[in-house]
């Protein structure tokens, strides 16, 4: 029986593997430990068009194992859905996730320069505007 909270091992040894989705990879969370096991990671989508409600697809690093995924919960794909003014960026949201917001003329920031200390740029949905804060996760923008 496995442990709760623990992954199973996928058995995964190679890419070819990886068969149960799109662009399957097998990864290997931490090298030469042995305490974790290999996983498969899929792809959801390959361009925003197999995104549903608008949302961008994100590709992964080539370095990573992170999956392409849908980002959801933004309010842009694209600069031009933004208007003339504005223009589409990605922004930390909670729990190191990301999701595209368009920037304005009424934004307190434009990226991580523009705030002070260890604070980032990023969106405030509250505020429904870019602003200085605490980051999410990490520097995203």
Same mark, same amino acid.
């Given at each position: 029986m496995t442990p709760p909270h623990s992954a199973p091992p996928s058995g995964c040894d190679a890419d070819a593997t990886c068969t149960a989705g799109k662009n399957g990879r097998c990864y290997t969370p931490v090298s030469g430990c042995g305490c974790a096991p290999n996983i498969c990671t899929y792809d959801e989508c390959f361009s925003d068009?197999?995104?549903? $409600?608008?949302? %961008?697809?994100?590709?992964?690093?080539?370095?990573?194992?992170?999956?392409?995924?849908?980002?959801?919960n933004?309010?842009?794909r694209v600069d031009t859905d933004c208007g003339a003014a504005g223009y589409c960026s990605p922004?930390?949201?909670?729990?190191?996730?990301?999701?595209?917001?368009?920037?304005? %003329?009424? $934004?307190?920031?434009?990226?991580a320069a523009d705030c002070s200390g260890d604070h980032e740029c990023a969106f405030d949905a509250a505020a429904k505007r870019w602003k200085c804060g605490p980051g999410t996760c990490g520097p995203v923008g």
């Open positions: 068009a197999e995104c549903a $409600d608008g949302s %961008p697809c994100e590709c992964r690093a080539a370095f990573a194992y992170e999956a392409n995924v849908c980002v959801k933004g309010n842009c922004s930390g949201v909670s729990n190191c996730m990301t999701a595209y917001f368009c920037h304005t %003329p009424d $934004d307190e920031c434009v990226d």
